[in-house]
């Protein structure tokens, strides 16, 4: 059964890092496409990172969107089996609850974790 688990959430200040981790059962994190998606305070969901794994036909390099570019890296543990994302820089515009999540296609039929919360505040 897919599960993922999201975790590394806190509340901090404008300029500093964290490390989101999303471990994952069920599926292989470096063979199928990962995403962190969030979603902010009374807005909708917002693709922030993918990582475009899959067949030689739709393997690609990571996407990050504009909002994140330079700032935000992902990763995979394989040893762990998870799906990490290390943000630096943080700005308010950063508060939302981020969730991990796999496969492609509409952002909310995607299958993804509880989500954890990310507050970015001074």
């Known amino acids: 059964e897919l599960q993922l688990v999201e975790s590394g959430g806190a509340t901090v200040q404008p300029g500093e890092s964290l490390k989101l981790s999303c471990v994952a059962s069920g599926i292989s994190v470096?063979?199928?496409?990962?995403?962190?998606?969030?979603?902010?305070?009374?807005?909708?969901?917002e693709l922030v990172a993918r990582s475009n794994k899959g067949p030689l036909d739709?393997?690609?390099?990571?996407?990050?969107?504009?909002?994140v570019k330079g700032r935000f890296t992902i990763s995979t543990d394989n040893a762990k089996n998870t799906f990490n994302l290390q943000m630096n820089n943080l700005t308010t515009d950063d508060t939302?609850?981020?969730?991990?999540?796999?496969?492609?296609?509409p952002l909310a039929s995607l299958k993804r974790g509880q989500g954890t919360q990310v507050i970015v505040s001074s």
């Open 96 to 105: 939302a609850t981020y969730f991990c999540a796999v496969g492609t296609g």
């Open 30 to 45: 470096d063979r199928q496409s990962m995403s962190w998606v969030r979603q902010a305070p009374g807005k909708g969901l």
């Open 58 to 67: 739709r393997a690609g390099p990571p996407f990050y969107s504009n909002s």
